[in-house]
């Protein structure tokens, strides 16, 4: 930095660039002395369930569970009992959606996500068979086994006293004007690795696209071991402070909060490392550029970001996205992607999203992301829940 400069901020942007990766690391590797020793009580490696690689994971099919005919009769007599009750949505739990034979089985694979894998696709769904507004009731009702709390995934500054617990991905980038999309989830564009709120992350493919959209996921405890053996000085840069962009809250217009968590092992539970970022929010995405008058981020914090990202790319699994598949991934453990697409006139791509949280198997929140996980899952009573039956712009949550 040039004396008597502010500290500007680095070249990067929301698409990953590798040249520039390779570049910055080099440069940083022969002007800086970087520490080869990690942070004071941080594991060398973890050994868990949670700690896979996505080669392996694609020859094997041990994550999918096919709904059999039984099953799917189950879920339809569910379906008929919600709507007999003429109950908001809010309203969609175990209690009014039951499905005696199928929920103990979907309490278990939920119970995989937070001590196995962290991961499962529930195939079969025949969405084609039902309304719009029938699959929002099916995809609720089922997923209330797997966790029980519907999360916001709204800001609460533009909510008017609702809460949006659904969300839908789908490109809208013809339909709107441009300058209001701030997020990837809205636009054919590809989404680079990264995590959302909540503890578990939930999607239902209703249509993939007719070119591209594949789904990636990659478990951020491998990534955490590669660093932890090759740049124990980023695992110190990922667990310091970081400015995130608050996209012009007046309240808040940044906040500093590590991206990288190391919970150590109680009598109950084990240790764990939890890592949580989105990189639009250092790097900014369309009408949502990153805020001027904030903090930077640092050289060191540009060449984390990178990494995270393409160890995540290298060590990635696509899990074969179909019609009718429900995605369920442990958000605190696994980062996911997916690539760019092509929607043709009855092939648009369109997912449907619940952020999802099981007080029965939750992993703690780490204090910084308290105000986070509150924003979204606390105090989120049934009259007050949105599910929107047809796509539409969503106004971020903050950070």
Known sequence: MTEGKSPRQPDIQYHPDYEKYQARTEQRKATEVLTKELPAGFPAELISPLVWEGKDIETRNDWIYELSEKQLNEIDEALKTFKSLNLVFGYINQSTFPLPSLGPILRGLSKELHFGRGFFVLRGLPVDNYSRE????????????????????????????????LSHIKDLSDKTR????????NTADKQVFHTDAGDVVSLLCLQPAMEGGESYIASNWLVYNVLAKERPD???????????DGFNDPQKPYTNRPLLYHQAATPSTPERVVIQYARRYFTGFLSQPR????PPITEAQAEARDALHF??????????????DVQYINNLSIFHARNAFRDEPGKERHLMRLWLRNPEFAWETPKPLRTRWDNV??????????????????????S
């Open 134 to 165: 029938e699959n929002v009731i099916i995809y609720a009702g089922v997923s209330s086994y797997v966790g029980n709390i519907r999360g916001r995934q709204e800001d609460t500054r533009f909510a008017n006293g609702t809460s949006l617990v």
């Open 178 to 185: 441009k300058n209001v999309i701030g997020a990837p989830s």
């Open 234 to 244: 980023l695992i110190h840069t990922l667990s310091q402070d970081w400015p995130v």
């Open 291 to 294: 805020s001027s008058n904030i």
């Open 311 to 324: 160890l995540a790319e290298e060590h990635a699994a696509t899990l074969g996205f179909r019609k009718g």
């Open 377 to 398: 899952f606390k105090d989120v009573n049934e009259e007050e829940q949105v599910f929107p039956i047809e796509p539409r712009i969503r106004k971020t949550v903050g």
